[in-house]
């Protein structure tokens, strides 16, 4: 069965980096695009962008370029979510959802990741 | 980017209750339109795609219409696992969700 397993609750302080790791497991991974999905405390779901699981290139939401970095290791069918120069308004739950059906430049979501908390407090 | 609403923003219901939610989308999206279902603490679960296409292993007592910009989801005899946030998200273009409807117990 269709699985991703997630990197565990991280708490990091204004300015620090964080690595969230989304591990695939029952499907090829390479044959199915990943995205990234942001749900701040008490809020929506905010689709962050997807990155190619074949080619490797990522695509970025607006309000996501720059400090949000997407990256893969297809040795061990793993999909990273990197963020840099971390800020109080990063706290969320980041989820990793496999891409499903596609429209004209979407895709649905049709696993996901038990989600990840990323705190960040000083 | 495409703009999602829903309404309502919430809704109090018994079981046994027919549910209705409808999702607006500010532009056409033909009827690349999903329906997802999140309880707390939880990730979301797609439960239909394709506007009224149910993902494999949701109930039949779920069901979605629609198509353009005007989307509902009904859920057509409501049991208490139904209790949940519904979003909905259009994948026309990159993807962008609804605002959420919590549907709880009265």
């Known amino acids: 069965q269709v699985q991703l397993v997630q990197s565990g609750s991280e708490l990091k302080k204004p300015g620090a980096s964080v690595k969230v790791s989304c591990k695939a497991s029952?499907?090829?991974?390479?044959?199915?695009?990943m995205n990234w999905v942001r749900q701040a405390p008490g809020q929506g779901l905010e689709w962050m962008g997807w990155?190619?699981?074949?080619?490797?290139?990522?695509t970025y939401a607006q309000g996501f370029t720059g400090r949000f970095v997407f990256s893969l290791d297809t040795s061990v069918s793993t999909a990273y979510l990197q963020i840099s120069s971390l800020k109080a308004e990063d706290t969320a739950v980041y989820y990793c959802?496999?891409?499903?059906?596609?429209?004209?430049?979407?895709?649905?979501?049709?696993?996901w990741g038990q989600g990840t908390l990323v705190t960040v407090s000083s | 980017a495409i703009r999602m609403t829903q309404s309502p923003s919430s809704l109090s219901a018994s079981t046994g209750d027919r549910v209705t939610i409808t999702c607006r989308a500010s532009?056409?999206?033909?009827?690349?339109l999903a329906w997802y279902q999140q309880k707390p603490g939880k990730a979301p679960k797609l439960l239909i795609y394709?506007?009224?296409t149910l993902q494999s292993g949701v109930p039949s007592r779920f069901s979605g219409s629609g198509s353009g910009t005007d989307f509902t989801l009904t859920i057509s005899c409501l049991q208490s696992e139904d209790f949940a946030t519904y979003y909905c998200?259009?994948?026309?273009?990159?993807?962008?969700f609804g605002p959420g409807t919590k549907v709880d117990i009265k």
């Open positions: 990155i190619n699981t074949n080619t490797g290139n990522p």
């Open positions: 394709a506007a009224s």
């Open positions: 959802a496999r891409a499903g059906m596609g429209g004209i430049t979407g895709t649905t979501s049709d696993y």
């Open positions: 998200q259009q994948y026309y273009s990159y993807p962008t």
């Open positions: 532009q056409g999206i033909s009827s690349y």
């Open positions: 029952g499907y090829t991974f390479t044959s199915y695009a």
